[in-house]
């Protein structure tokens, strides 16, 4: 089984689509450790703020049938893909991590690079797994948060409890 870590942002209707991307979630794949949720400004559009997060499970899945997977969740969550990169979203599920493999396979790539570029990511990430090592910076998470520079990238924690997302 391999321990992935996934990020979860949302800016339609955000605390509805965060808290069924976490049962989903819990649904396929059991057990989930979940990080603090941090509401952010979008980046690269104007748009309503989001609500990012970062859940870690296991899985047997295989990174691209596993990337296939959250598609779906997304897509039964009202995501339209085919516009803007940037752009307002209902759900935005991402593998950035997948145990420490280096992967490249077509337009998936492990581990993700918007850890190192987006405070949104990594804050979180550093959060639930911040003792897990990069696998090609080879240094942690916490580290990378805290070298970080967020200034131009503030977020703001927002309590959510997910104890009955099942």
């Given at each position: 089984m391999a321990n992935v870590y996934v990020s979860i942002g949302s800016n339609i209707e955000p605390e509805k689509h965060v808290r069924a991307a976490v049962s989903a979630l819990r649904r396929r794949y059991?057990?989930?450790?979940v990080s603090p949720v941090y509401r952010s400004e979008s980046v690269g559009f104007d748009g309503d703020d989001f609500l990012n997060m970062v859940v870690g499970f296991h899985t047997g899945l295989e990174p691209l049938?596993?990337?296939?997977?959250?598609?779906?969740?997304?897509?039964?969550?009202?995501?339209v893909r085919g516009g803007a990169r940037f752009a307002a979203r209902t759900l935005d599920l991402d593998i950035l991590t997948y145990d420490d493999r280096v992967?490249?396979?077509?337009?998936?790539?492990?581990?993700r690079d918007e850890i190192t570029r987006y405070a949104f990511v990594l804050r979180p990430l550093a959060d639930l797994a911040g003792d897990q090592i990069h696998p090609v910076l080879g240094v942690s998470y916490a580290v990378l948060w805290e070298r970080f520079d967020a200034s131009a990238q503030p977020m703001h924690r927002v309590e959510?409890?997910?104890?009955?997302?099942v």
């Open positions: 059991g057990s989930l450790a049938p596993l990337a296939e997977a959250l598609r779906e969740v997304e897509r039964l969550n009202g995501r992967v490249q396979q077509g337009r998936l790539a492990l581990p959510m409890d997910f104890d009955d997302c």
